[in-house]
């Protein structure tokens, strides 16, 4: 299963970005999708979570301004990110867990390439 993010790009603080990540392969079950994102010289850090059944986790420092949700149809997940602040600039990765069907379902962890989310005045 690929994963294609995008929708990064360079904000304001107080502005808004959405991002995209798109998932893609033959046949799939995806279970759950995450955002991540790793500043420079930082680890990568959980930032979002969505889950087959619609329920949403969401790291402390971006509760309240960032919104993830998903399009089942379209194998889509986004990332509503709102109120953007300078901490939050970083590459944002989306995470798909789940399992793909090849004669038998088999579980697969897939990763996107990371998009760029630049917050400066």
């Known amino acids: 299963v690929q994963l294609q993010a995008s929708g990064g790009g360079l904000s304001q603080p107080g502005g808004s970005l959405r991002l995209s990540c798109a998932a893609s392969?033959?046949?799939?079950?995806?279970?759950?999708m995450h955002w991540y994102r790793q500043a420079p010289g930082n680890e990568r850090d959980l930032v979002a979570t969505?889950?087959?059944?619609?329920?949403?986790n969401y790291a402390d420092s971006v509760k309240g301004r960032f919104t993830i949700s998903r399009d089942n149809a379209k194998n889509t997940v986004y990332l509503q990110m709102n109120s953007l602040q300078l901490e939050d600039t970083a590459v944002y990765y989306c995470?798909?867990?789940?399992?793909?069907?090849?004669?038998?379902?088999?579980?697969?962890?897939?990763w996107g390439q990371g998009t760029l989310v630049t917050v400066s005045s």
């Open positions: 969505i889950s087959s059944d619609g329920s949403t």
């Open positions: 995470n798909a867990a789940g399992r793909y069907y090849n004669g038998d379902w088999y579980p697969f962890d897939s």
């Open positions: 392969g033959r046949i799939f079950s995806i279970i759950a």
